[in-house]
């Protein structure tokens, strides 16, 4: 056989599959493929003098965490501030990543809208926030006691989204 | 009955196609007769015909007839004249009319003048191309029908896509199916030689200005819509490897290749069986593209008229055209000689070597665009983005950029390297001396120091086919190339810069407050809201100073449409010939401003771009290159034509 049959049969290829494909139901929704996973390896120094960083061993020692991505040049962030707070208060931990920041802006941001964080890591070209598979800011991640992700919350969090953040808290921890 | 008229004269074009192709192919077995005396005739009142229902389609757009559906769903009677009429191709069934008419009047046009290649050929190509044509009728009457009508006219209409109600829609879409068409022409006439069996220079000469004239406008339609979607979506970037963007390019990659290839067997009568293929594979990209935008079967962000059951029937004109035309190819390519031989080190040599390259960067944009259906097949999901395009995409295009600066250097059939040392020497320091360059500056990832090198030793290289030439002698043909080398090199730098110095700032930002991002500070003087014809908006008045330089106003504003309710970030720009300052204020998510006391505080997004802008004048410069060359070619042809014409007049009066 010559080379001039090859493009008829990889267009016949091409054809099988999206006429496979094109019968197929259509369905858009795509579950994080994080969950159930452990947290990538990572080890992120401090986002401010005075508070420790973040690596993915601190979130072995069987207390399960929340972790915040986040960001101070980040509006819904801010908008965020209230519910975090509330979240520290009922007894969650919270694990706060700095995406893309500069200290003085996150100290300025930590004394205008209070510090809900233990530790807050920096993480300055977005590495650990691709690895975990979060897309914006802010994202908040339930991590259980063996560094594993139990569930993601995309986007701000309003305070209807609490009790929800607590119960996953509460069924990681188990 | 404005739409009455128009569905009519679609059926009467496509009743005219099914004509063309009926006497085309009937030509063919008794070599003329009746039959053939047709086909240029159909040919050329088709187009009229067809150019006539997408003029009587503008019309409902402009009076905003409400009976049509397809006005009823893309139009509304408060939208500002001129997106009316842009709106009539700003949705599938349009679009599509839109495409068919095009391609209709460019097959009048070669019916009326093109009489260089045998009549035999050019009625097996006219026959291919309304043989093409007559499947778009077929899709546009009985699955996409632009002027259906509604029982009941709704009291207003549903709106525009607030996105497409730009200025670059008006340009961006179009410009792209007069480059698909060309294309389209070109394989009626890769079609036509194969049938006849008469894939001569001849023949390449003739296909070469539409390939030529698609190349240009699909040129323009890439750097419009790459422009377009960097100032319009606000996210500051001016290529995704969304597969809709890869759709548009494909069919460009093949057709650069094409454009070449035909000018190795116009000029040498080499690479027969390449040029031909070329000439399928540069419309099935065009044809793929459609399928994969229109059918939803990738998910895009430009997915629009998302619709399978259109899918499958785009699916199966690909089977019927594409399929057909690589059978009809892998039947004949074994008659089609091989053609003239060439040593490596020639021009042939070259351009063969980038046609190889450039094949490939096709193969893995087309790999990567459809990776993901393939995977879905077994259930995984994957996306693929620019860490696939990128590095394996420069793993070709480098080595092409390098053979590009040496290749218009060297001479025809056979030459060496010898020859050309001193240029190619100095192209070298160039190289070197650009990357060191780029170096000493630091910070530079190896990909954009690559381009930076490159686009360096191009630029220069691409002027010296002109050195030790009188300026005013050189055929435009060669100017044509000088400035589209000359483009690449400068849109290459654009992509390099842009990719190694951008500095980016995001900030929540107070009015009064001031930011700094590269060597531009900027200050947020006051958010106030704003409303257009079918928008509210909030704008940010921002001022801002280039090394505390005079300072310049930016407006960039978030607009709340209506009609549909859509919420859209129109971003500002400052220009300056060595790069741009890119605003965005407002929405990411749903919280675009937090109050907290008396101070409100918004979301602004800064980049500083350093010349970014030689992107796209790079690409106006490959596209007025292209368009030089088509002048040049096709004067040279008419010249030859009449000093012909006037050379059998003197003989025969001479006889007399």
């Known amino acids: 056989m010559r080379w001039w049959w090859i493009p008829l049969l990889l267009f016949a290829l091409f054809l099988g599959v999206a006429a496979y494909q094109l019968n197929q139901p259509k369905d858009d929704f795509v579950p994080s493929a994080m969950i159930g996973e452990p947290l990538p390896a990572f080890d992120l120094p401090p986002a401010l003098d005075g508070v420790p960083g973040v690596s993915s061993a601190d979130f072995r020692d069987g207390k399960p965490r929340l972790l915040n991505i986040w960001a101070s040049w980040c509006v819904p962030c801010i908008a965020e501030a209230p519910q975090l707070e509330r979240l520290r208060e009922e007894g969650a931990e919270i694990v706060g990543v700095a995406i893309r920041d500069r200290p003085e802006d996150v100290a300025a941001f930590l004394d205008r809208y209070g510090n809900p964080y233990t530790r807050i890591g920096a993480d300055d070209l977005s590495q650990v926030q691709l690895a975990i598979g979060s897309s914006g800011v802010p994202e908040t991640f339930v991590i259980d006691g063996e560094g594993r992700i139990t569930h993601q919350h995309i986007g701000d969090i309003r305070a209807e989204h609490v009790p929800r953040l607590l119960e996953e808290l509460r069924k990681a921890g188990r | ?656």
Not at chain 2, 240 to 264: I, K
Not at chain 2, 405 to 419: F, T
Not at chain 2, 572 to 585: D, E, F, H, I, P
Request: charged share 15%; glycine share 8%; with cysteine.
């Open chain 2, 1 to 656: 009955m404005i739409a009455g008229l128009g569905l009519a004269a679609l059926w009467l074009a496509a009743a005219l196609a099914a004509l063309q192709l009926y006497a085309g192919a009937m030509a063919q077995r008794d070599g003329g007769g009746a039959a053939a005396a047709l086909v240029r005739p159909a040919a050329v009142v088709q187009g009229l015909a067809c150019a006539f229902a997408f003029v009587m389609l503008l019309w409902l757009f402009a009076v905003t007839d409400l009976s049509v559906k397809l006005v009823a769903t893309n139009s509304h009677s408060a939208k500002p004249l001129i997106y009316k009429l842009t709106g009539a191709w700003g949705n599938h069934e349009g679009s599509m009319l839109l495409w068919v008419a095009v391609m209709a009047l460019s097959g009048s046009l070669i019916a009326l003048v093109e009489r260089r290649l045998p009549e035999r050929t050019m009625l097996a190509t006219l026959a291919a191309q309304a043989f093409v044509g007559l499947g778009f009728y077929a899709f546009l009457i009985f699955s996409s029908n632009p002027f259906e009508r509604l029982p009941q006219p709704p009291a207003e209409g549903l709106g525009l896509n607030p996105l497409l109600q730009d200025i670059g829609l008006a340009l961006h879409p179009p410009t792209l199916y007069f480059g698909y068409v060309g294309l389209s022409v070109a394989f009626s006439f890769a079609v036509g030689a194969l049938l006849t069996r008469q894939v001569t220079p001849e023949f390449a000469r003739v296909m070469r200005p539409w390939v030529l004239g698609a190349w240009v406008f699909l040129t323009l339609g890439i750097t419009a819509g790459s422009y377009w979607a960097y100032y319009e979506l606000g996210w500051g970037g001016w290529w995704f490897w969304d597969p809709v963007e890869n759709a548009s390019l494909m069919p460009w990659l093949a057709a650069t290749a094409l454009l070449h290839s035909a000018s190795v067997l116009a000029a040498r009568d080499a690479l027969r069986a390449w040029t031909i293929m070329l000439g399928v594979v540069a419309f099935s990209m065009s044809m793929l593209g459609t399928f994969l935008v229109r059918s939803g079967i990738l998910t895009s962000v430009h997915a629009f008229a998302v619709d399978p059951q259109r899918g499958a029937f785009i699916l199966v004109l690909l089977a019927l055209y594409i399929g057909g035309a690589l059978a009809l190819f892998a039947l004949r390519a074994g008659s089609v000689s091989e053609g003239q031989r060439f040593a490596a080190t020639s021009r042939e040599g070259a351009l063969v070597f980038n046609n190889v390259m450039l094949s490939a960067i096709l193969a893995i944009v087309l790999l990567g665009t459809l990776y993901p259906l393939l995977t879905e097949a077994f259930d995984v999901r994957v996306s693929v983005g620019p860490p696939y395009f990128n590095p394996v995409g420069a793993i070709f295009a480098v080595p092409m950029l390098l053979v590009m600066a040496v290749g218009p250097l060297l001479r025809w059939r056979r030459d060496s390297i010898a020859r050309i040392q001193r240029p190619v020497v100095l192209i070298g320091v160039i190289l070197l001396a650009a990357a060191a360059a780029a170096l000493a500056i630091g910070g530079v990832d190896l990909l954009p120091l690559l381009g930076l090198a490159l686009s360096a030793a191009l630029a220069l290289a691409s002027l010296m086919p002109l050195r030790r030439r009188r300026l005013h002698r050189v055929p435009l043909s060669v100017w044509g190339m000088v400035v589209a080398h000359f483009g690449l090199a400068v849109a290459v730098f654009g992509m390099a810069s842009e990719t190694a110095f951008s500095d980016e700032r995001l900030a929540a930002v107070a009015p009064g407050e001031t930011v700094r991002v590269g060597p531009w500070s900027v200050t947020l003087a006051e958010v106030l809201p704003n409303a257009g014809p079918n928008w509210t908006a909030i704008e940010g008045h921002l001022v801002a100073s280039y090394r505390d330089g005079d300072p310049v106003a930016l407006d960039p504003q978030s607009r709340s449409f209506w009609a549909p309710v859509q919420e859209t970030t129109e971003s500002a720009l400052a220009t300056r010939w060595n790069g741009q300052l890119y605003a965005v204020v407002g929405t990411a998510g749903d919280v675009g401003a937090v109050t907290e006391g008396d101070v409100r505080r918004w979301q602004l997004r800064l980049w500083w771009k350093p010349f970014v802008t030689f992107i796209w004048y790079g690409g106006i410069l490959v596209a007025l290159g292209s368009a030089l060359a088509l002048v040049g070619r096709v004067a040279a042809d008419v010249k030859r034509r009449t000093v012909r014409a006037r050379a059998a007049e003197r003989r025969a009066e001479v006889i007399e």
